[in-house]
């Protein structure tokens, strides 16, 4: 087998950066193999992406040494646009990557540059959207699709242009766990199949750890590639299937709900399933939202149907349900941005003020970054209630205070989630909405979020998260209603719907039945 | 079309007289009419779907120029979320002060995806030097009913304006009733001509 992806000593620093981005890295991706880039939030995952096809240094600048080879071409000597027809890229941010309006004509723009003939073109186009589902999407403007949508239309007009490298930038991060599945599969399918080598960065663990056969590691720049199984194993990373085996001390540590399933089923089972009684202390308190008969719709499309939810005090409620369920939109409804077009809202009484009784952060949170510091982010939120207070807790509270001096826009797009966060809470209204807040997440800012959304939903206020990130809701939710078509089709104690779904159930469930949510909790139960 | 509305306004404000009033209704009902032609433009025209009619030569400037023409509803996309998002942690925007809160995010917004794009298109191999064409839509006989009345009539009044056969800037001092060479009248009234296709099927 020859390298498809050849990095030889590669060192690189972003102009004007304090050191380097990726320092030193030699690394060889086989022809066919279906690589995984894991690693902190912020560790060099995206440069090391974007190195992969000449983005970096090219289009970005900066110091840069060492050698990337695609497929035997230098990346120095050859300009991206010189490598499309062998490396296609799909950005973290799919929708600020598209040329033309229509999904079809997206589809075909890689092709006409490399001067695909029309009649192989045209037939190209057909299979890449069946092969991505998208044929009912066809003839949709890019702009109006969902976020879900635009992430497989990116992938497909990748995929269309016939690379034999694919390297995408969190592909999952805004899929419903279908969705993210189905994706896994048809990357799969064209490693499998048709030899092509594919390399992804992904924080989602759970959702790509079983589907890869090779992973390289990230620690500040360094890296180390290997078996997932031994990389992760080095990281201290990996899905909750692989923190519980690493709690119980499995060995070899499981990666996958198969593996532990056969692991779990040679030692000892958890005895009884776990009463969720016990994360809803109080049972329920006094309602903090009230939702009644509400509708929402956009344009002339209905997006929230009817729909009537209590959100009641001390709860963190997750939002669940495909891409376009209408779960965003239920939180602008709540946060009294979006006006209901039936129904009323009520936030402790009141018809809710954004910013004051309810705080909202967006999906797309960077549209609320406007300051040179993180620490002057949240400043602003605390000037804008007439505040002069200290704007330090709340960077502790999400464990960025070490970014508090940084440039927001010198940021990841993880900590730039944070940051965004941190400058909704210090509104300090007692409904925080959080929409999507795992985004780009690694796994130990993750848990510093979920202490925090927990931490803030005690006496008096409440929490609602919308998310596509099981592992999420079943960590940090009180109570878990699922959205269908503006619907709610699924209202109940995480350990029931969450259990109770083929789709939405996080990996404990998977392997030790339902009620079992976290590795911490079946832990606890087995020792 | 801001020098137009200012001389329009320095007119309007002088002297008030039948002749500064034709003058200034003649010069906003130009403004209007330049406003009236880019929202029809906007709303009936999809620029995208003009870059696969574009002849294979003029590909590239067809692209920047849709691209361009996408811009202006971006930004106000944009800046209807950003005061949203700023609603939502309580930052309203109103007066000099908050304008950094909807200007910077924006903006920077705005330049962040102009970068992705422009990476994008790069590593998609654009400007790689091939280029094929995918579905080109044929130019049907209504296309041309739509698009040869409008070249003539631009033609037309081109040929008025070099050749000065007509009048085309009434006058306002004395007021003097328009007069109208047949042959504009004709022009303008062939841009009708679309009403004959009736709607497209989608």
Same mark, same amino acid.
């Given at each position: 087998?020859?390298?498809?992806?050849?990095?030889?000593?590669?060192?690189?620093?972003?102009?004007?950066?304090?050191?380097?981005?990726?320092?030193?890295?030699?690394?060889?991706?086989?022809?066919?193999?279906?690589?995984?880039?894991?690693?902190?939030?912020?560790?060099?995952?995206?440069?090391?992406?974007?190195?992969?096809?000449?983005?970096?240094?090219?289009?970005?600048?900066?110091?840069?040494?060492?050698?990337?080879?695609?497929?035997?071409?230098?990346?120095?000597?050859?300009?991206?646009?010189?490598?499309?027809?062998?490396?296609?890229?799909?950005?973290?941010?799919?929708?600020?990557?598209?040329?033309?309006?229509?999904?079809?004509?997206?589809?075909?723009?890689?092709?006409?540059?490399?001067?695909?003939?029309?009649?192989?073109?045209?037939?190209?186009?057909?299979?890449?959207?069946?092969?991505?589902?998208?044929?009912?999407?066809?003839?949709?403007?890019?702009?109006?699709?969902?976020?879900?949508?635009?992430?497989?239309?990116?992938?497909?007009?990748?995929?269309?242009?016939?690379?034999?490298?694919?390297?995408?930038?969190?592909?999952?991060?805004?899929?419903?766990?279908?969705?993210?599945?189905?994706?896994?599969?048809?990357?799969?399918?064209?490693?499998?199949?048709?030899?092509?080598?594919?390399?992804?960065?992904?924080?989602?663990?759970?959702?790509?750890?079983?589907?890869?056969?090779?992973?390289?590691?990230?620690?500040?720049?360094?890296?180390?590639?290997?078996?997932?199984?031994?990389?992760?194993?080095?990281?201290?990373?990996?899905?909750?299937?692989?923190?519980?085996?690493?709690?119980?001390?499995?060995?070899?540590?499981?990666?996958?709900?198969?593996?532990?399933?056969?692991?779990?089923?040679?030692?000892?089972?958890?005895?009884?399933?776990?009463?969720?009684?016990?994360?809803?202390?109080?049972?329920?308190?006094?309602?903090?939202?009230?939702?009644?008969?509400?509708?929402?719709?956009?344009?002339?499309?209905?997006?929230?149907?009817?729909?009537?939810?209590?959100?009641?005090?001390?709860?963190?409620?997750?939002?669940?349900?495909?891409?376009?369920?209408?779960?965003?939109?239920?939180?602008?409804?709540?946060?009294?941005?979006?006006?209901?077009?039936?129904?009323?809202?009520?936030?402790?009484?009141?018809?809710?003020?954004?910013?004051?009784?309810?705080?909202?952060?967006?999906?797309?949170?960077?549209?609320?970054?406007?300051?040179?510091?993180?620490?002057?982010?949240?400043?602003?939120?605390?000037?804008?209630?007439?505040?002069?207070?200290?704007?330090?807790?709340?960077?502790?509270?999400?464990?960025?205070?070490?970014?508090?001096?940084?440039?927001?826009?010198?940021?990841?797009?993880?900590?730039?989630?944070?940051?965004?966060? %941190? !400058? +909704?809470? &210090? @509104?300090?209204?007692?409904? /925080? *909405?959080?929409?999507?807040? =795992? $985004?780009?997440?690694?796994? #130990?800012?993750?848990?510093?979020?979920?202490?925090?959304?927990?931490?803030?939903?005690?006496?008096?206020? %409440? !929490? +609602?998260? &919308? @998310?596509?990130?099981?592992? /999420? *809701?079943?960590?940090?939710? =009180? $109570?878990?209603?699922?959205? #269908?078509?503006?619907?709610?089709?699924?209202?109940?104690?995480?350990?029931?719907?969450?259990?109770?779904?083929?789709?939405?159930?996080?990996?404990?469930?998977?392997?030790?039945?339902?009620?079992?949510? =976290?590795?911490?909790?079946?832990?606890?139960?087995?020792? | 079309?801001?020098?137009?509305?200012?001389?329009?306004?320095?007119?309007?404000?002088?002297?008030?007289?039948?002749?500064?009033?034709?003058?200034?209704?003649?010069?906003?009902?130009?403004?209007?009419?330049?406003?009236?032609?880019?929202?029809?433009?906007?709303?009936?025209?999809?620029?995208?779907?003009?870059?696969?009619?574009?002849?294979?030569?003029?590909?590239?400037?067809?692209?920047?120029?849709?691209?361009?023409?996408?811009?202006?509803?971006?930004?106000?996309?944009?800046?209807?979320?950003?005061?949203?998002?700023?609603?939502?942690?309580?930052?309203?925007?109103?007066?000099?002060?908050?304008?950094?809160?909807?200007?910077?995010?924006?903006?920077?917004?705005?330049?962040?995806?102009?970068?992705?794009?422009?990476?994008?298109?790069?590593?998609?191999?654009?400007?790689?030097?091939?280029?094929?064409?995918?579905?080109?839509?044929?130019?049907?006989?209504?296309?041309?009913?739509?698009?040869?009345?409008?070249?003539?009539?631009?033609?037309?009044?081109?040929?008025?304006?070099?050749?000065?056969?007509?009048?085309?800037?009434?006058?306002?001092?004395?007021?003097?009733?328009?007069?109208?060479?047949?042959?504009?009248?004709?022009?303008?009234?062939?841009?009708?001509?679309?009403?004959?296709?009736?709607?497209?099927?989608?």
């Amino acid at each position: 087998m020859s390298d498809a992806l050849r990095f030889d000593g590669v060192t690189y620093t972003y102009p004007k950066g304090a050191r380097p981005a990726i320092e030193d890295v030699d690394l060889a991706i086989d022809e066919g193999s279906f690589a995984l880039a894991v690693g902190p939030t912020g560790s060099g995952k995206s440069t090391l992406l974007r190195a992969a096809n000449g983005l970096v240094p090219q289009f970005t600048g900066g110091t840069f040494t060492g050698h990337v080879s695609v497929d035997g071409r230098d990346t120095l000597a050859h300009a991206p646009r010189r490598l499309a027809d062998v490396v296609a890229f799909v950005p973290q941010d799919p929708g600020a990557s598209f040329v033309l309006d229509r999904v079809e004509d997206e589809l075909a723009y890689g092709m006409e540059n490399l001067g695909v003939d029309p009649v192989h073109m045209r037939r190209r186009v057909e299979e890449t959207l069946d092969l991505l589902d998208l044929a009912g999407l066809r003839d949709r403007s890019v702009r109006t699709l969902s976020g879900g949508e635009r992430q497989r239309v990116a992938i497909a007009a990748a995929l269309a242009a016939g690379p034999r490298i694919l390297v995408l930038d969190e592909p999952t991060s805004q899929l419903d766990p279908q969705g993210a599945e189905d994706v896994m599969a048809a990357l799969q399918r064209l490693v499998h199949d048709h030899g092509m080598t594919v390399l992804l960065a992904e924080h989602r663990l759970e959702r790509v750890a079983g589907w890869v056969d090779v992973a390289i590691g990230f620690d500040h720049g360094r890296v180390r590639s290997g078996t997932p199984a031994d990389v992760m194993g080095h990281l201290g990373a990996g899905p909750p299937v692989t923190r519980l085996g690493r709690m119980l001390g499995w060995d070899p540590l499981p990666l996958t709900v198969r593996a532990a399933r056969a692991a779990a089923a040679a030692g000892s089972r958890p005895a009884l399933p776990p009463r969720d009684v016990a994360r809803n202390r109080d049972g329920h308190g006094p309602v903090v939202a009230e939702v009644r008969g509400v509708s929402a719709s956009y344009a002339e499309a209905t997006v929230v149907r009817d729909l009537d939810l209590d959100v009641h005090e001390g709860e963190v409620l997750a939002v669940m349900g495909r891409n376009g369920a209408g779960k965003s939109t239920l939180l602008r409804v709540l946060a009294g941005i979006h006006e209901p077009s039936g129904g009323q809202v009520r936030v402790l009484g009141s018809k809710p003020r954004p910013g004051v009784d309810v705080g909202l952060c967006p999906q797309e949170a960077d549209e609320l970054l406007f300051n040179d510091s993180v620490e002057h982010e949240v400043r602003a939120t605390l000037v804008a209630r007439g505040e002069a207070g200290d704007a330090g807790p709340w960077l502790a509270a999400l464990g960025i205070a070490g970014l508090a001096a940084r440039h927001p826009r010198d940021l990841s797009a993880g900590q730039r989630l944070l940051v965004a966060t %941190a !400058a +909704v809470a &210090a @509104t300090d209204a007692p409904l /925080l *909405a959080l929409d999507e807040p =795992t $985004r780009g997440l690694d796994p #130990a800012s993750k848990e510093r979020l979920i202490g925090f959304i927990r931490a803030h939903a005690i006496a008096g206020r %409440a !929490a +609602v998260v &919308a @998310t596509h990130d099981v592992e /999420l *809701a079943a960590a940090v939710a =009180t $109570r878990v209603v699922i959205l #269908a078509g503006g619907e709610l089709i699924a209202d109940g104690e995480p350990g029931s719907v969450l259990g109770d779904s083929r789709v939405f159930a996080p990996q404990m469930t998977r392997v030790f039945g339902p009620g079992w949510l =976290t590795p911490e909790q079946v832990a606890e139960a087995l020792t | 079309m801001v020098a137009v509305a200012l001389r329009t306004a320095l007119v309007f404000f002088g002297t008030v007289s039948a002749a500064n009033t034709t003058f200034s209704f003649l010069e906003g009902l130009r403004l209007g009419t330049i406003l009236v032609i880019f929202g029809t433009f906007n709303a009936v025209t999809d620029p995208f779907g003009l870059v696969r009619m574009a002849p294979r030569h003029f590909h590239e400037p067809a692209l920047a120029a849709a691209l361009a023409l996408s811009i202006a509803p971006r930004t106000v996309a944009g800046v209807g979320r950003v005061r949203d998002a700023q609603r939502m942690r309580g930052i309203r925007i109103h007066g000099a002060r908050a304008l950094p809160a909807l200007a910077v995010p924006v903006l920077e917004r705005g330049m962040e995806e102009a970068h992705t794009l422009a990476e994008s298109m790069d590593a998609r191999g654009h400007g790689a030097g091939r280029r094929s064409r995918y579905r080109p839509q044929p130019w049907t006989g209504a296309a041309l009913l739509i698009a040869v009345p409008a070249i003539a009539a631009a033609a037309t009044f081109l040929a008025a304006s070099v050749g000065g056969w007509a009048i085309l800037h009434p006058q306002t001092s004395p007021i003097v009733w328009p007069e109208a060479h047949p042959l504009l009248l004709a022009a303008v009234g062939s841009l009708a001509a679309p009403g004959l296709v009736g709607r497209p099927e989608r």
